[in-house]
């Protein structure tokens, strides 16, 4: 049984930093893709970074340059690393895996960490 779990979340004025965490279990898929999304308050789900299994990395728009995703070296950890913290990224923030490509259905899901970040 596949379980994603984050944590790292809290509240931090603009301009911090957070690392987030997700501790992977029962995820053994080769190739694979995983990723970190966020949803705000009545905004859609959106996709903020990814990495897939030969190491490359997408970090989207509005975070590139402040935001970086990595895994430790067993590949049983994903982490965000969030910089210079705006209002405007406050979310809850959900780890995802999928077999494959980073392009399709994401299967597997965590339950979130919140981030709120203060002006």
């Known amino acids: 049984q596949v379980q994603l779990v984050e944590s790292g979340g809290g509240s931090v004025q603009a301009g911090g930093s957070l690392r987030l965490s997700c501790a992977t279990s029962g995820f053994s898929y080769n190739p694979y893709c995983m990723g970190w999304f966020r949803q705000a308050p009545g905004k859609v789900r959106e996709v903020v970074a990814r990495v897939d299994s030969d190491g490359s990395t997408f970090i989207e728009e509005p975070v590139k340059g402040r935001f970086s995703i990595s895994q430790n070296n067993a590949k049983n950890t994903l982490y965000l690393q969030m910089n210079t913290l705006k209002p405007e990224d406050t979310a809850m923030y959900y780890c995802?895996?999928?077999?494959?490509?980073?392009?399709?259905?994401?299967?597997?899901w965590g339950q979130g960490t919140q981030v709120t970040v203060s002006s």
């Open positions: 995802a895996a999928k077999r494959g490509s980073c392009v399709g259905t994401w299967t597997y």
